[in-house]
């Protein structure tokens, strides 16, 4: 069977005029931001400011969330993303790794497959070699190669991590969200996905939220700085931790804030 | 991608079916019953019907001629608060304190023992105490008695029995969520162990205890054939420990098969006064379980001074002493019934071939088990066929599906609810006036699992929502993530990650379905005719080849034989059903360790 045809969606995200309430409370104000295309852009700020929060409308995973509304233009390559379209196939194209890793209770290669599976890829052949690709890509082939059919959820924490990307590179998403992909693990595989987000970058838009500024500082081309909902300042990651427009981001950074 | 959107729309329809499917199956029992019950409150009156105390029916009564008969209930009435009270005396105080000894006495090493003992008793059918207090009790009581032994006494202690698990299990789990810190702050005082337990731990539990011994008083209320095998059945006040009496449930499961209009009427009447208690109860029950939730939500600070006393007036050392002995007395009451019914049951089965194997003759001597064995295998297939898709299906869409608090959903989670408080006679009662109807009036294998399918559906829907709760949000997120749709998401990851509550459910249904009789006697069939050809054909399943066989009173090995299979086959489920999900657990927290490490 052939591959469905899905519409894809673009790399560059432009967020204009965004409001988004969780009942009466009001969690993003007046959200206006650009995310080029191929760029890294890391989300900062304080717990509770709305990282989290923001990353999930270009998703929409705030759909599940009951009694959330939102409002302004959220695009991609110009297309609205709250209007008339499909919404698994936005997901497709924008991938998401979530903090806590959460591989499937399933093998490692039926992991990988399960997004390539999803949209219709049977033959054996092409699973294989996607699931390779991806694996490799997520630079974690040469420590699983040999136990593809072992489940995923015996692997430590970090490799768990690295399975959950791949398995969403697996469907080719042209925009990745990481929600502190690292935050739950060791300096060592931390460090594995700094490297790793490197090598996506050129690829792929990445978006990812952290509460480390060393890391933001380290991998990250434009850097986002939120503060109860309000995106205080954005611009080139080193520009904004080397002389901040704002005296609230360079608080911030300096330590000043929680 | 318009196939996607079908597939979704579908799958919403299915899961949205099964659960409305559901919720209109409680209203069509309840509005059978006040359809069916309505017309003989109005013909016989209320206040005569409920306080009037001669039960003589007549089978030509019928709606449009005066009345012949004389229908009063309040003799049973008296003699179920009677009978619920004696259980509640016995297996109440004996639940309490064998829970007491499980949560804070037992050895570590005979925590697992004294569980399986708790959970065997619980599983053991009802039939089969009723057979055991039939050839063991009540030979034994006849000994002192003026009769041949039954009355409220024997039948207090057969209920108390059949509810002590309940109580001690939900007990246990009260006494288990009082916090630790409360025994640490009471032992660096230098409180001793026992005293700690009395003082502190067990009054902070107190609601929960309450609650447990409310929900032993509703099982004893809908219990129906142990105490019809040991009451006596006649129509009349309970005038003493040993004299003949007659309780709600019995009064419908005895008269059930041959009753004419009005009398029929009378009967589903009873059904309705049942399920009042039987409600009254239900409400009581969550009325103290929402105050022990409560209470376990308070903060430590603002409690009041804790140091009360415990619920029955002793001593701590009593009250270990109390505990002990009443763990013993659990164990010995098993050991007892098992070495009993295997002893005399073992034999014959083993030595008479015709027994499993034989065939039927009519009025012969010899009785087979055989077309029994068959007609309860087709009785858990269809059963099981019905309910475990239709609750699973419901399950998903309560807990995928809707909103946690929208109205249709508190709805139908009430209606659940409500149908798993129904004692199963009145299933019964509703497989008579409702589906024997629909097949010409007489009983058969497809009416008495159609019954039974009702009437396993509450605890599949129970148990499967309990599973789904399980499963971590992680998992649908992930899937939700990669594109993939609601109903991808449901089958390929949810129902998988929840299989091991799928599984329990599947063996309890089976265990209630070889263990009822009530529901099954009038709309399955009461004759141990020849194996069933068909669906339609009648059938009696093991449980009720054993009343029968019991209360003939001529093929009495041959009840025993029934007997030992019966408990066998419970206990093999038992263990099979332990051995399965301890794997499943063990499977997933195999993966869950590895990750923390
Ligand atoms: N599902 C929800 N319902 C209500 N409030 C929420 C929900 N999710 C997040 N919030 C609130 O919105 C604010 C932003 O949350 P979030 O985006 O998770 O912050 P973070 O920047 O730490 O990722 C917080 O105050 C949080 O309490
Ligand atoms: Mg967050």
């Known amino acids: 069977m052939k591959a469905r045809e899905i519409p894809h969606f673009g790399q560059s995200i432009r967020v204009r005029h965004a409001d988004l309430w969780y009942g009466a409370f009001h969690a993003l104000k007046d959200i206006c931001i650009d995310l080029p295309s191929r760029t890294l852009t890391a989300f900062i700020g304080p717990s509770g400011c709305g990282k989290s929060t923001l990353l999930k409308c270009f998703n929409r995973m705030n759909d599940m969330v009951e009694k959330c509304r939102v409002s302004g233009e959220f695009l991609i390559d110009g297309v609205s993303i709250y209007g008339k379209i499909d919404v698994n196939a936005l997901r497709k194209s924008v991938g998401m790794v979530f903090q806590k890793p959460n591989p499937f209770p399933m093998s490692i290669y039926d992991n990988i497959a399960y997004g390539p599976r999803t949209f219709g890829v049977r033959k054996r052949a092409e699973l294989d070699a996607i699931v390779e690709d991806s694996l490799r890509r997520a630079a974690i082939w040469d420590e699983v190669a040999d136990r593809l059919n072992r489940s995923a959820l015996g692997l430590s924490g970090g490799q768990q991590q690295r399975i959950c990307i791949a398995r969403a590179l697996a469907v080719k998403p042209s925009i990745l969200l990481m929600d502190e992909p690292t935050a739950a693990l060791d300096p060592i595989s931390t460090e594995k996905i700094e490297e790793l987000c490197l090598e996506l970058r050129k690829t792929t838009t990445i978006v990812t939220v952290t509460h480390n500024l060393g890391q933001a500082a380290r991998i990250s081309d434009k850097t986002a700085f939120f503060l109860s909902g309000e995106l205080v300042e954005c611009g080139d990651t080193k520009q904004l931790f080397s002389a901040p427009r704002d005296e609230r981001t360079r608080r911030y950074i300096t330590g000043k804030f929680g | ?597």
């Not at chain 2, 090493?109 to 207090?133: N, R, W």
């Open chain 2, 1 to 597: 991608m318009n196939k996607v959107r079908v597939k979704e729309f579908l799958g919403k329809l299915i899961f949205g079916g099964a659960a409305l499917f559901c919720a209109a199956s409680v209203i069509a029992i309840f509005a059978f019953l006040v359809f069916k019950g309505f017309p003989a409150f109005q013909k016989i009156g209320v206040w005569e019907f409920v306080f009037g105390d001669v039960w003589s029916p007549s089978r030509y009564d019928t709606y449009d001629a005066p009345l012949s008969g004389y229908y009063g209930i309040f003799t049973m009435i008296v003699g179920t608060i009677a009978a619920t009270a004696g259980a509640l005396l016995i297996g109440g105080i004996l639940g309490y304190f064998t829970a007491v000894f499980l949560t804070f006495f037992c050895p570590k090493k005979l925590q697992g023992l004294f569980a399986s003992v708790i959970h065997l008793l619980a599983g053991i059918p009802s039939v089969v105490y009723g057979f055991f207090g039939i050839s063991f009790l009540l030979p034994l009581l006849s000994l002192v008695s003026p009769n041949n032994g039954s009355g409220l006494l024997a039948a207090s202690l057969i209920l108390g029995i059949m509810i002590l698990p309940t109580v001690t299990a939900l007990s246990q789990s009260a006494l288990e969520s009082v916090p630790q810190s409360y025994y640490d702050a009471s032992s660096a005082l230098g409180c001793s162990h026992a005293e700690t337990v009395f003082r502190i731990m067990i009054p902070a539990a107190r609601s929960g205890i309450t609650a447990s011994l409310i929900l032993g008083v509703g099982r004893a209320l809908g219990e129906t054939m142990a105490i019809v095998m040991v009451a006596g059945n006649s129509p009349t006040y309970p005038k003493g420990l040993f004299h003949s009496f007659r309780v709600l449930t019995a009064n419908i499961v005895m008269e059930m098969g041959y009753a004419g209009e009005v009398h029929e009427g009378a009967l589903v009447a009873t059904g309705v006064v049942l399920l009042f208690f039987v409600f009254l109860i239900n409400l009581l029950f969550l009325l103290r379980s929402s105050k022990a939730i409560r209470e376990k939500n308070k903060k430590t600070s603002v409690r009041k001074p804790i140091v009360r006393q415990a619920l029955l007036p002793h001593t701590p050392t009593l009250g270990r002493l109390l505990s002990v002995l009443s763990a013993a007395f659990c164990s010995t009451i098993l050991l007892l019934l098992l070495g009993f019914i295997l002893f005399r049951g073992l034999p014959p089965l083993l030595s008479r071939r015709y027994l499993l194997f034989g065939k039927y003759e009519f009025g012969g001597a010899q009785i087979t088990l055989l077309p029994s064995l068959i007609a309860t295998l087709m009785a858990v297939l269809l059963s099981l066929g019905i309910a475990i898709p239709l609750g699973v299906m419901t399950a998903v869409f309560l807990h995928e599906y809707t909103k946690k608090n929208s109205l249709a959903v508190r709805l139908i989670r009430s209606a659940i609810d409500t149908l798993a408080g129904v004692p199963s006679i009145v299933y019964g009662l509703f497989g008579v006036v409702a589906f024997l109807p629909l097949f010409g009036g007489s009983s058969s294998v497809l009416a008495g699992s159609l019954t039974v399918s009702l009437m396993l559906l509450p605890t599949v829907v129970r148990t499967t929502e309990e599973s789904l709760a399980a499963v971590p949000d992680g998992l649908r997120e992930g899937s939700l993530a990669l594109g993939a749709g609601k109903v991808r998401t449901i089958l390929r990851l949810v129902l998988p990650s929840a299989l091991s509550g799928i599984f329990s459910a599947v063996i309890l249904s089976i265990g209630r379905v070889i263990g009822e009789s009530a529901p099954f006697l009038w709309t399955m069939g009461s004759v141990m005719t020849a194996i069933p050809r068909s669906y339609l054909d009648s059938g009696t399943t093991l449980s009720v080849a054993l009343y029968q066989l019991a209360g003939e009173g001529w093929h009495i090995e041959e009840a025993y034989a029934t007997a030992v299979i019966l408990i066998l086959l419970v206990l093999s489920l038992n263990l099979s059903a332990r051995a399965v999900i301890g794997h499943l657990k063990r499977k997933s927290t195999k993966g869950k360790e590895a990750r923390s490490r």
